[in-house]
């Protein structure tokens, strides 16, 4: 019997992942190596390229942990198996590296900026943002507070490419992402909301097969999973054919013809704009509340040397769903 002597584990280094980045991606994307970097520099790690280290920083970080008991659609829903930001963000996460894989493009950096790109939201989705416009100038973005929030309420010093792609990740916001892997989530987050989305409010009895529209299902075909291949198949096949991230034009627009109809059966339905004064009642609440009565604040969160209206905007916007309520009903509602 011969016996090999050739070791049955190599040692893959940065420098290797670096160069086989090189070697591997497509030309529009973006290299670990090239990467403009961190406000402060570090030296780099032996294994993990920097996109790498910011993945598994944002990972461990609190504010991740905290989505879990975050609302994504449904505000404090009795089900278990109701989508929630951490479910919603972990969705986006597969649906961008299926993208990035599929494209030449650097999954790590898109993986990092789909895993971050949630963590500022604030409690009871985006009724969150409506509550807290009032009290800043302009509109207030839960992309802007995850950038806030990476860099100086829970500081990761992340890379410049990885920020940038967490605070243009929402269609709203100019300028749009200065790299390919920052437009993939674009795409990512859309496609996974409006599917899981439909799937809870079906779920929910709030919609029936039947209630979808005949063009989104000749478009899309079964709802779920058939759904969500379609678009993907639909941004990798129209991204090969101009070299840049985009969406076949006729299935982008079968998706916004259903983003319409979503709003009108499920976001904006009536039960909803109830539920949703309600919470946009609550937050204001505790916002004004705590900028009467500063020093009820909790230290964490909290960088006393900022204007008492962003120390605010920032313990409030850090709430989970539960605590709010909890929080709440100690200070309006004591036993």
């Not at 963000?89 to 597969?94: H, I, R, Y």
């Not at 987050?189 to 039947?210: C, F, K, N, Q, T």
């Not at 209206?309 to 920032?314: G, L, N, P, R």
Request: aromatic share 6%; net charge negative; with cysteine.
């Amino acid at each position: 019997m011969v016996v090999s002597n050739s070791p049955k584990l190599v040692e893959i280094t940065r420098e290797i992942r670096e160069q086989r980045e090189r070697e591997l991606l497509a030309p529009a994307a973006t290299c670990a190596a090239d990467s403009r970097g961190r406000e402060e520099p570090e030296e780099p790690d032996d294994y993990r390229t920097c996109f790498e280290r910011d993945r598994d920083r944002i990972l461990h970080s609190k504010a991740f942990r905290r989505l879990k008991h975050k609302t994504q659609v449904f505000i404090n829903p009795e089900g278990d198996h109701v989508v929630t930001r951490l479910t919603h963000t972990l969705q986006v996460t597969q649906i961008g590296r299926s993208l990035a894989e599929a494209l030449g493009l650097n999954d790590a950096l898109v993986e990092s900026i789909c895993l971050g790109h949630e963590v500022g939201h604030p409690p009871f989705g985006h009724n969150g943002e409506e509550a807290l416009t009032p009290y800043v100038d302009g509109e207030w973005l839960h992309s802007e507070q995850s950038v806030r929030v990476l860099s100086i309420l829970e500081p990761l010093n992340l890379t410049w490419e990885v920020l940038d792609g967490i605070r243009a990740h929402t269609w709203k916001v100019n300028p749009p992402p200065a790299t390919q892997e920052g437009w993939v989530i674009r795409f990512a987050d859309r496609i996974a909301y409006l599917v899981h989305d439909m799937e809870d409010a079906m779920r929910a009895g709030i919609l029936r097969p039947s209630d979808l529209p005949e063009d989104s299902l000749a478009t899309f075909g079964e709802p779920g999973r058939e759904w969500v291949s379609r678009m993907i198949h639909a941004v990798i096949d129209e991204s090969l054919r101009t070299g840049e991230v985009a969406m076949d034009p006729e299935i982008r627009e079968a998706m916004k013809r259903f983003r319409a109809f979503m709003f009108e059966r499920v976001y904006l339905r009536p039960e909803a704009r109830r539920q949703a004064e309600k919470a946009i009642r609550l937050l204001r609440n505790l916002v004004d509340y705590l900028l009467e009565h500063p020093d009820e604040m909790p230290e964490s969160y909290r960088h006393r040397e900022l204007p008492v209206v962003e120390q605010v905007i920032d313990v409030v916007a850090g709430m989970t769903d539960r605590y709010a309520l909890r929080t709440h009903d100690r200070i309006f509602r004591p036993s």
